[in-house]
Structure formats: C-alpha cells, structure tokens
C-alpha cells in the first residue's frame, strides 16, 4: 500500500521547522472583558512596581489604599509604564509567606480601582498561587508575575495558556525565608540558564505559548551580591535564545552595596544605570519601582543602540 504519487512527494518533502519565535517582536493578547494590549519588545518595555504591602522592602505601606494606588498607577502610566506589576506579598529576604485569603484581600480592591483607570496598561500581577491567579485574572488583570516559576502551583501555567496572558518565570535558588543564607551556585550563569530553559519547556509542555512567556534571571533570589554582578556582566549568556526576556534589579541589595549602604530610597540612579545596561545586553523589560528614571536612561541607552535620537 503505497500513498499515491503526490502525496509521496508531499511525505518525501522536508518539513518546515516550526518558526522560531522574534523575542523582539510585538507581544498583542486580548482579555475577555475586550481591553486589547500590545508591548512593543522591539524597545525597553517598563514594568512599574506598585507593591500593597504593609513590608515590602522599599515602597511597603505607602500604596495599600487602593485609592493612593489608583493614583500611583497614573502617575507611572504619564511616566512611561507600559506595565503595572502589583504584588501583595513581599518576598524580601527572610520574608514568611502572606496567607492566600489576605493575599486576595489587599489584592481585589486595587485590581478593582485599576480596572476603573481609562486606558490602563495591562496589570500584573506578583503571584505563585493558582488560586490568587484565576481570581486576579477574572478581576481584570492581564499578565501574571510568578517568581516560582510555575513549581509552586503547575496550575498557574492553565491561566496563562487559556486566558493566553503573558507570563513571567523567574529564577530563584531556595525560597524568600533562607535564600540568602549561603546561595552557592558552580556556574550562576549556566545554572539560571539551564533553569529557565527547562522551566520554559514546562510551561510550554502545559499550553503556554513561547511567545507568552518572559524569562527573568531573578536578582537577589538566593544570589549573593557578586553572583548578580556576574549575571549582569553575562547577561546575553543568561538567556536562553528565542524567548522573551526581563531583567528586575530596582532597589536591590547589591545596589545599595556598591553605593557603600545607600538606603532603597536612594538607589534609583543606580537602578535606572543597571536597568540601561541590562536593556543593552539583551533584557527588554525591566521592572523598576522609579519609572520616571528608569524612562530616562533607558531613553539614551535606546539612542544609543539605535545611533539616533529620535524615538
Ligand atoms: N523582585 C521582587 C518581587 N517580584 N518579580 C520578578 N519577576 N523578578 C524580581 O526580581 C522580583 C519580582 C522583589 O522586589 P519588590 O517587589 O520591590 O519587594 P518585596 O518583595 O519586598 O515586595
């Protein structure tokens, strides 16, 4: 029984591989309220952190009354932010986790006042919970921040595979209560490599579309100061080719360490400097808490890339 002459052709005929994804092309997803989004990953694509904690590290208690959060949101939106990242948990080294029903409850008003901003860019939101996932993501948020990678919860990986929202999945050595107690690693940056890479595969194992997925290198999770330099200074190497990719720095540690133990309120400049140099060595979102100066040296470090200075 031999297939007939053309359809013998057709078999003989080399498949095409799969296109492979442009992780500089644009990323566009649609919620099902109808809010259509799109991020330019061809430019520096700013992810504005509005935590509503009582203890984040550095902005903790300021934004927890969705009304002030409302007005942060605006505020980051006229700065630049082309994503708000909001989380209700702080993850701060030494942190114990937030129980899930508080987690939802400092969570639900915020997203709630958000949904109201006329043209809002997609919010984010800091979780590695399912359950705190499906229910952001039915008030209206549209991307979803999950520092576990999906190993918490695989579930979370449904979310973003049938609401096809984009995702992020960081790496962290540990978790936020011991994580830097001693973080040894033999090569960080073959290590964060290979995690990424394997959780990516994951998620796409699960309906994640690659091009859904964001990857992030997870600075200050179980890295001691000089393992996040390193990751900085090799970052083409850190990514794995093909995906989208993100770079979170702002305010961190090992920041305030190189500017001999500036508080986090003082590590902006650093922040917006590490930020362009990250954005120049092949990260395309960065997540700051001061969106106002990251924009700005992004905006040169884009210049610069591009040889002009025009947008
Ligand atoms: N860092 C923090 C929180 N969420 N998400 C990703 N993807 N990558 C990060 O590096 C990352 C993150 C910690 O910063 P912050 O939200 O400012 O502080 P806290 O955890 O204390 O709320």
Redesign the pocket.
Known sequence: MFPDRHKRRRLLKPRKPAPELDPQSPLSWTVPDGRSFVLDFSRPVIMG?L?V?PD????GGRWSDPEKAAERAREMMAEGAHVIDI?AE???PGSEPTPEDEEWRRLLPVLEALRRIPGCPPVSV?TYRFSTAARSFMAGAAML?D?YAGRKDRRIFRIASDGAVPI?L?HMQGEPRTMQAEPRYGDVVAEVREFLWERAKDAERNGVPRDRIIL?P????GKTADHNLELVRRLPEVFPPGYRT?M?L??KAFLGRILGGAPPAERDLATSVASAISFLKGARVV?V?NVKAAREALSVAEAVMRGTAGA
Not at 56 to 59: I, K, L, P, V
């Open positions: 952190v935590n904690t984040s590290f550095s902005d989380g702080t993850t701060r800091d921040n520092i992020v960081m992030d997870g600075l200050g999770f993100m979170a702002s305010r997540r808490h």
